[in-house]
């Protein structure tokens, strides 16, 4: 076996780089530190505040913190997050709530996501809908995997009913029962 010692091996031009043949093994050197591809951008937001919100209305769903964010594709004044490069996503959420403090209403919960810009895609859909009956709240959510174009935005609505009328309560703090989260796939 002979050893070959360069500091860059570069393909010809307009080829790849190919080590190896079909059948045999490349073993990594102890102590050797490799590049690979990384499931980047990703993020990472979530409710961390009261938020409650009007009978019989869509309504977006603030994320107001961004725990993890590589691109600083996310906006926590609008709850949206703008995506950075083209390329398939997975996008997941999750809403919690229930009909407001002190109120024995009881609530229907119906949700979606949504990217818009290049072309409105609604995803996630998911009800609480207990067939025509109310209970007093829960979660609900959604997941997809979708194939963006960079500025496409990525949120989460709401849509509930209450018997009379009242106000829904969105749950949020630091066990992150609202959050939503999404991340490049490698391909």
């Known amino acids: 076996m002979a050893t070959l010692f360069v500091d860059k091996l570069d393909p010809q031009s307009g080829t790849s780089l190919e080590i190896g043949s079909s059948g045999d093994t490349v073993s990594i050197g102890s102590g050797v530190t490799q590049t690979i591809a990384v499931n980047t951008p990703y993020f990472f937001a979530y409710r961390n505040a009261s938020l409650s919100i009007s009978h019989a209305t869509w309504t977006t769903i603030i994320f107001d ?5 590589t691109a600083s594709g996310f ?12 390329g398939k996503y997975y996008f997941e959420y999750a809403i ?3 009909s407001a403090a002190g109120d024995s209403d009881a609530v229907r919960l119906f949700s979606y996501g949504e990217r818009n810009i290049s072309a409105t895609t609604t995803w996630g859909n998911s009800a609480i809908n207990f067939r025509a009956n109310y209970g007093r709240g829960g979660a609900i959510g959604g997941s997809v995997i979708l194939n963006c ?24 703090g630091s066990n992150r029962p609202t959050y939503i989260l999404g991340y490049k796939l490698i391909e």
């Open 149 to 172: 174009s960079a500025n496409d935005e990525i949120f989460a609505k709401m849509y509930f009913q209450t018997v009379l009328g009242g106000n829904v309560d969105v749950d949020y």
């Open 65 to 69: 913190t961004a725990e993890l964010d």
């Open 75 to 86: 906006n926590t004044t609008t709850g949206k997050y703008i995506v950075p490069s083209a």
């Open 96 to 98: 919690k709530a229930e």
